[in-house]
């Protein structure tokens, strides 16, 4: 896995530029559903208490937390494509 981020990371600049750009993406897509997903699962919540709770809310909320995990990996590997980017300048 280290050497796969490392060949995506500091590979050729086209694929690296490509990868922040799909990486950016999907992190914009994960987190507008992650902030509508949150918002109708508190809204649920608040509305229906701890028998909201026991009907599917934990679950969802559980969910939730895995979504903004993934969200954060995506834009870890984006920063990552990006550091690989500038570190190119750098060098120069």
Known sequence: MRRLLAYL??????LTFAA??????????????FAMAAHAN???????GVWGLMEGGAL?????IGLGYLALG???????????????????
């Open 9 to 14: 990371f500091d590979g050729p600049w086209p």
């Open 20 to 33: 922040m750009g799909l990486f950016g993406g999907l992190f914009g897509l994960v987190t507008a559903n």
């Open 42 to 48: 508190l809204d649920y919540l608040l509305e229906n």
């Open 60 to 64: 969802q909320a559980a969910q939730l």
């Open 74 to 92: 995506l834009y870890v590997l984006f920063k990552g494509c990006l550091y690989g980017l500038l570190g190119r300048f750098q060098k120069h």
